[in-house]
């Protein structure tokens, strides 16, 4: 079987996410584009800090299908919905790191605003902690499709870069590749962090 050049990247992504505890018990997603038909998703119900190539199950972008008939991820449609909002997007990361998950219900708007942060110069195309970030943060949902949809309106109207957050849930990135989607992981990870301890200390 010839695997895809970017599998391996994904696969060390994963392991480096699990030995941070951003993918605890059976949480978190990952996934790399092959083309623009086919994606490679993580399987359903796996540790993901330890995945194998073998855990990896190839996936129609359209219609949300594996030909294996194995189960890929329960959260398959965001990824296959950011490979065709964007086609430059290669490499999708979910995680449900503490910060991401604490931050996104503390707050109660339907976008985070990065602002002032030296790091939020991790994130692709921005030069400055002048500048403002909007991460968006949608209501968690079982229904995936529905989510979907959501996330899909929200892009008609306002940017939808780098991330979302899913409330009380985690953290949803995406970059060129799996290099870009690790930095804007980490970078997002750190400024969440930041975030957080900022609120806490700045509470009346
Ligand atoms: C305890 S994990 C709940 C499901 C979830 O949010 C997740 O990220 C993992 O789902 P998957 O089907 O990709 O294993
Ligand atoms: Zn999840």
Redesign the pocket.
């Known amino acids: 079987m010839t695997v895809h050049p970017q599998l391996n990247a994904l696969l060390e992504a994963c392991h480096w996410i699990g030995i941070k505890g951003w993918a605890p ?5 990952m996934s790399i584009r092959e083309d623009d038909r086919w994606c490679w998703l ?5 540790d ?1 800090g330890s995945l194998t190539h073998a855990d990896f199950l190839q996936v129609e972008i359209a219609t949300n299908q594996a030909p294996s008939g194995r189960r890929p ?3 398959t449609g965001l990824h296959t919905l950011i490979y065709r909002l964007f086609p430059a997007a290669g490499a999708v990361l ?1 995680v ?1 790191t503490a910060n991401a998950t604490v931050l996104s219900r503390i707050e109660k708007s339907n976008e985070l605003v990065l602002h002032g942060y030296e790091m939020q110069k991790s994130l692709r195309g921005q030069s400055s902690h002048l500048d403002s970030v909007a991460i968006p943060v949608f209501d968690n949902d079982q229904d995936i499709d529905g989510l979907a949809r959501r996330i899909e309106h929200y892009g008609t109207e306002r940017p939808l870069s780098y991330g979302f957050l899913l409330r009380g ?2 953290l949803t990135c995406w970059g060129r590749d799996v290099a870009e989607a690790r930095r804007h992981l980490e970078g997002l990870e750190f400024l969440f962090e930041c975030e957080l301890r900022l609120r806490q200390l700045e509470k009346p």
């Open positions: 018990a059976t949480g978190g997603n993580s399987e359903s119900g796996k993901k991820s329960a959260e979910h449900h849930h985690g």
